[in-house]
């Protein structure tokens, strides 16, 4: 069974562009979850979706938006870019996320640098 | 609000010696906690887990030990081996926390030959 895969693996855009970043869940999975891991934040959830509808959202400004296909397939976009948003973008998935502890698949993330 | 701590930012052991990783937690509500492994340029790794309503959770090398009224969790791995070494995480789950994971800082763990 093919993991979580996210595209690109890298990229590099300017301050004020804006980006879409890819995931493609693993086969089955209907939740899809997006994280931000820097440096000096760790790693911070951004949105979870699940059949399209974003469940839980989390303290990012709305220059950060997401969204779900109905294969479960999910993008990312950041627009505006500012020099901080500068990390690696990693993207889960799951079942269905219960509440109940049920755990997260990653892929390897997307590595951005703003200039 | 910092609602998990990892007040150690790295942990070094020798090969063969135990580890134990400790994380604390504001929020009594939470049903569930979660360990994730994390190494370099790649995304975290499940684990194990624990479920609020035990005290101990085990498998293989890897225990974690829930003190609710500390409000505390640990992990040790025995024996611990160099691949151990990577980025530790604890993660509360439950409530509305759909897909949600709140990642403590994290700790570096270096296990050494």
């Known amino acids: 069974k093919a993991g979580v895969t996210q595209t690109p693996r890298y990229l590099i855009k300017t301050r004020g562009q804006q980006v879409t970043l890819s995931c493609s869940p693993i086969s089955g999975h209907r939740s899809v979850s997006w994280y931000q891991q820097t440096p000096g934040q760790g790693l911070q959830f951004l949105f979870e979706y699940f059949s399209e509808t974003q469940r839980n959202k989390g303290n990012f400004p709305g220059r950060f938006s997401g969204r779900q296909f109905s294969n479960s397939r999910s993008e990312m976009n950041v627009s505006t870019l500012e020099l901080g948003d500068s990390a690696l973008y990693l993207c889960a998935s799951s079942l269905v996320a219960t509440t109940y502890g049920e755990k997260l698949f990653f892929g390897s993330g997307t590595q951005l640098s703003v200039l | 609000d910092q609602q998990v701590k990892q007040n150690s930012p790295s942990l070094s052991v020798q090969e063969g010696r135990i580890s134990i990783l400790n994380c604390d937690y504001t929020n009594s509500m939470f049903d569930y906690f979660l360990w994730y492994k994390k190494y370099p340029a790649e995304g975290p790794t499940f684990l194990i887990s624990?479920?609020?309503?035990?005290d101990k959770n085990e498998d293989g090398r890897f225990t974690v030990f829930l003190n609710k009224s500390a409000k505390h969790l640990s992990l040790h791995i025995v024996p611990s081996q160099p691949g151990d070494s990577a980025v530790y995480f604890c993660s509360p789950a439950g409530g509305t926390s759909y897909g949600k994971l709140t990642f403590g800082q994290g700790t570096i763990l270096t296990v050494h030959p």
């Open positions: 624990i479920s609020s309503i035990k």
